[in-house]
């Protein structure tokens, strides 16, 4: 019988401990004390207030801190409905804080929020020590599980993107597995994963998007030990299948169609970069065609009718293809080819970062068996949303000419002739049209 009892208690004291160390954790972290000195050093090191609601413990399914009602108050705030940190227990009992799992939960993060606060925290990193310039990030702190549950990321045009995550780090701090779904926003529906290939920095992209698939392999290149150029090379090389091309562009539908693509991908940034600097950083070229393509926006064989005095309408096109280049969050389209029926268009438009449009087309219509083709240059304006064709100045004299000359059948030739004229002038003496 006592041998019995001492089992037992034997059995019961590491539930006894466990208990003690849970209830003297849950008094020390749901003190006042406790949330308000958290408070006042996160407000340091963000330069902004940072507030808190309540503090307690999270018992399921690992015990952990949760922070409730986290916010930071800038112009537009940042806000956190739930944290949860779960430690890793036997680093805890070992007297080491390491984190196993970080959950985030119903969260806004504001782009403008988010780069001045990196802005603030580069600020404050570069006030250091010279000797602590390059020390190595300690990966042993990171988590080696970050979950999202429906956390948005506000971009800075006011466009709301809600994701749904899971990811996977390895001891090196590396994922070695991602899972993401798009929950709310223009992509809803997409998912994607990202799997590492053993232990190289290397992984292997699969997304889902308006109906079709992106997929491919990505490359992290980091520099040589004792390099003086302290640069990471990132390369890529995705294939595009069967995506309807609005799924991408949604709310606005410029274009519609099923899209085929090949992409290269790269970029070189310091090995610590801010989010906005590593979009700025990235480059890619593709080459693509649009089967079913539909110009929204813009009826084509109209402009050309009216020597690129109409807008609206729509353009069904049999074949679309063409170039793209992205340098930041600039976008050059080239080499476009686009033809339906009796009309062929070539050309090449530029997209700023605003998403407004520059650039030119030529658009060629056959006009019956014996009256040839008339051709109309139109340079191309207005928004991604809203887009625009007219004639340039010297296309628009030289259509005024060949109406005034052959009423009807003079007006294309015209403005062909003009352009040309002008592009001349322009080469010959610099200037602008």
């Known amino acids: 019988m006592r041998r019995s009892a001492r089992l037992s208690l034997w059995f019961l004291l590491p539930v006894l401990l ?51 009602g986290l916010s930071v108050q800038a112009r537009t705030p940042l806000s956190l409905q739930r944290v949860e940190l779960r430690p890793r227990w036997s680093a805890l009992l070992a007297g080491q804080l390491r984190v196993q799992t970080l959950v985030v939960r119903q969260a806004v993060l504001p782009e403008a929020t988010i780069a001045l606060l990196g802005a603030r925290i580069g600020a404050a990193k570069t006030k ?27 971009a800075a045009d006011g466009a709301r993107t809600t994701v749904n995550a899971d990811l996977r780090f390895a001891e090196d ?50 520099p040589e030990p004792g390099a003086k150029e302290r640069r990471v090379v990132l390369e890529g090389s995705l294939r595009t299948d069967n995506v309807e091309v609005s799924a991408l562009t949604a709310p606005s539908k410029p274009l519609t169609g099923r899209l085929q693509a090949e992409t290269t991908l790269g970029a070189r940034f310091p090995e610590r970069v801010s989010a906005d600097a590593l979009v700025n950083a990235l480059r890619s070229d593709t080459r693509f065609t649009v089967t079913g393509a539909t110009l929204h926006g813009l009826d084509l064989a109209r402009a050309v009718s009216t020597v690129g005095l109409s807008s609206g309408g729509v353009t069904q096109l049999d074949t679309l293809a063409g170039q793209v280049a992205t340098r930041g969050k600039a976008i050059q389209l080239s080499n476009l080819v686009a033809s339906s029926g009796l009309l062929t268009a070539t050309g090449e438009v530029a997209i700023s970062p605003s998403r407004a449009l520059s650039g030119r087309v030529r658009v060629d219509v056959t006009r019956g068996a014996t009256a040839g083709v008339v051709g109309v240059p139109l340079a191309v304006g207005g928004t991604l949303d809203d887009p625009e064709v007219t004639l340039t100045r010297a296309a628009l004299l030289g259509a005024a000419i060949g109406t005034a000359v052959m009423p009807g059948v003079g007006t294309g030739a015209g403005a062909n002739l003009g352009d040309r004229l002008g592009e001349g002038l322009q080469d010959l003496f610099g200037g602008k049209r």
């Open 128 to 154: 250091a020590p010279p000797e602590n310039a390059d020390e190595a990030i300690d990966f042993s702190l990171l988590p080696r599980e970050l979950v999202l549950d429906e956390v948005s990321w506000l």
């Open 18 to 68: 466990l208990a003690g160390l849970l209830l003297a954790l849950q008094h020390w972290v749901t003190s006042e004390d406790f949330r308000d000195r958290l408070a006042a050093e996160a407000s340091e090191l963000l330069g902004a207030p940072v507030r808190a609601q309540a503090i307690g413990l999270a018992l399921w399914p690992v015990p952990g801190v949760a922070v409730d």
């Open 173 to 222: 701090g590396w994922p070695t597995k991602a899972e993401l779904a798009v929950v709310g926003g223009a992509l809803r529906g997409t998912t994607a994963t990202l799997r590492r290939e053993g232990e190289a920095t290397a992984w292997a992209l699969d997304a889902r998007v308006g109906g079709g698939r992106v997929r491919g392999p990505v490359a992290v290149q980091l």
